[in-house]
């Protein structure tokens, strides 16, 4: 499929964004400002401009990736999820 064609549908597609180190930064000191991690405070600027899934899409995406993952190893990975999760709180 090409990427025109994917583009075109409804689908959710997961990409990478790579980012100059200096906007890196400046998001990073953003997110430690607001208490967010720094993936956080990226979907945050996603959001405030209506570029980002709503949370019941992103977990839809983080199901459809363990999906993928052996079931052997998805009981660590969401251990460690929720050892991160309980950090900070």
Known sequence: MSQRAAASTDEPIACTIRMPNGLRKRIATDADRCG??????????????????????????????LAEVPPSEQGMLSRKLRERVDRRR
């Open 36 to 65: 967010r991690s720094f993936e956080g405070q990226v979907i945050a600027v996603l959001r405030h401009y209506d570029i980002a899934p709503v949370p019941s899409e992103i977990l839809t995406l983080a199901l459809a990736t």
